[in-house]
């Protein structure tokens, strides 16, 4: 059963750079999907951060993109988020997903349980 | 701010059924498709339709979901205690490049 898992520090120094790395068991991660992170502040809706193929190929919302990376690691099966010049407005719970319901984009059908990262000032 | 705009809450009887509209535009909805999510207190969001209409295996018929337009929408027939959630519309934006979800709504079981 494929699952992912979210790692990285829940604290980050406001103007620092965000780390996070999603672990996928069950499946090799070099599938042809994408493979995705979201976020949600508290009490907020979602937010769709980007998707990162297993060949690197990356799409990222254009509201962060200037911020954001994204890359992969087929050897450990993990795919990674950075996110630099953090401040209070990313402190969010961070999931990252796999985008692989049906024939079409955006049909997130796996999450990871999510992880708390607060941005301290 | 999101592009795709939902009602803020719904609610009704055990039983019943609520819509949930989700609403785009010709670079979202009009011309990607659409999935919806269920997002319980406390836990990650559960993908619920894809495609348009499409159930993943092991979600019951009790949810349906159509687009006609620039607009999709979501039925929960059938209404138990237990659809008591957020409910997300998302969808590919291909002016943006880039995948976007609705402003959420939350169902509320009376």
């Known amino acids: 059963q494929l699952q992912l898992q979210e790692s990285g520090p829940g604290l980050v120094k406001r103007s620092e750079t965000l780390s996070l790395t999603c672990t996928v068991s069950g499946v090799s991660i070099s599938t042809p999907y994408y493979w995705s992170w979201i976020r949600q502040p508290p009490g907020k809706g979602l937010e769709y951060i980007g998707s990162?193929?297993?060949?690197?190929?990356?799409y990222y919302n254009p509201s962060l993109q200037s911020r954001v990376i994204m890359s992969v690691d087929t050897s450990k099966n993990q795919f990674s988020l950075k996110l630099s010049s953090v401040t209070a407005a990313d402190t969010a719970v961070y999931y990252c997903a796999r985008d692989g319901a049906g024939n079409y984009l955006f049909g997130f059908d796996f999450w990871g349980p999510g992880t708390m990262v607060s941005v301290s000032s | 701010q999101s592009v795709l705009t939902q009602p803020p809450s719904v609610s009704a009887a055990p039983g019943q059924k609520v819509t949930i509209s989700c609403s785009g535009s010709?670079?979202?909805?009009?011309?990607?498709?659409v999935s919806w999510y269920q997002q319980l207190p406390g836990t990650a969001p559960k993908l619920l339709i894809y495609d348009n209409d499409k159930r993943p295996s092991g979600i019951p018929d009790r949810f349906s979901g159509s687009k006609s337009g620039t607009s999709a929408t979501l039925g929960i027939s059938g209404l138990l205690t237990g659809d008591e959630a957020d409910y997300y519309c998302?969808?590919?934006?291909?002016?943006?490049?880039?995948?976007?979800f609705g402003t959420g709504t939350k169902v509320t079981v009376l």
């Open positions: 010709t670079s979202n909805i009009g011309n990607n498709y």
């Open positions: 990162i193929y297993y060949t690197g190929n990356t």
């Open positions: 998302g969808t590919w934006d291909s002016s943006l490049s880039a995948g976007v």
